[in-house]
């Protein structure tokens, strides 16, 4: 009896990874038959239910879906995966005629392509997001960046619906690059009930951008030049461990010529140790 509960064990989760894999390769006629003989077997299955909500939805069957999702509530009130589908499902169902032209050309980001990278990849939010189109969409979705001729950058539904805006600062920036031969790949990172998160991947750096970064680090990521002395006696105690009350009792440790050599020679030992901000040694902390 133990076995033949491991056996079905295994071949659930089994079962599940494919189903997941069908999702993700956009296969969703697959994905309803495999999550419908999951359930067949295991009836209070949650993920199975959502999971076939999903691949419902995409395939346009809102009325299925529904139901699915339904079912999942049933099983566990909670769900907050299920709730926000039938959430969604009820904001399509006024944007159905749309359906049928956005699922002609419905792609998938490949899972590797979500990697992070420093300078070549950005999670950004999405300026004047309309909801209505990108209910439509869900997490993985391909997305076009078309550029207007105010020299706005707008994602666009791989069947050319607009849905908003790229923030202006960065659409200028990416504009520019692009002009010079940079090319992006772009998807839906996340959706909530009122915005959108773009990934945004640069494919291609043209060899007249060499050396430019697509998407710099920002002012609070990169590394201060200048570093408060006390801040860096801090790094600094935790391996001498000082009395604090010694510098707090110093009338001079403020002072303009102590925070000077403080922090030349405080800063090196921080450096060595991988202790200051934008220092590639955060391993220490880590463990």
Known sequence: MVFQAEDRTRSKKHHADVAIQMALQGQWEQAVDLNRSILESFPADVDACNRLGKALTELGRFADARDSYMKAIEIDPLNLI????LSRLATLGKTAPKKKSKKAANRKLSPEMFIEETGKTIITELAQPDMDIANQLTAGDLIELVRDKKGNL???????????????????????????GNKYVAAISSLREDGVKLFIRET??????????SFPATVTESVRPYTKSRLVRTDEDDSSAPDDSD????????SDDEDSSDTSEGTLAARSRGRLPGADGDDENDD
Do not use: H, I, Y
Not at 82 to 85: G, P
Not at 164 to 172: F, I, K, N, P, T
Not at 247 to 254: G, L, Y
């Open 82 to 85: 299920a709730r926000k589908n």
């Open 154 to 180: 707008s994602p666009r539904t791989m069947a050319g619906e607009r849905f908003g805006d790229v923030e202006s600062r960065l659409a200028q920036r990416l504009v520019k690059l692009m002009d010079g």
């Open 204 to 213: 291609l750096q043209d060899s007249s951008q060499v050396g430019k970064l």
């Open 247 to 254: 510098e707090a009792a110093d009338p001079a440790a403020d």
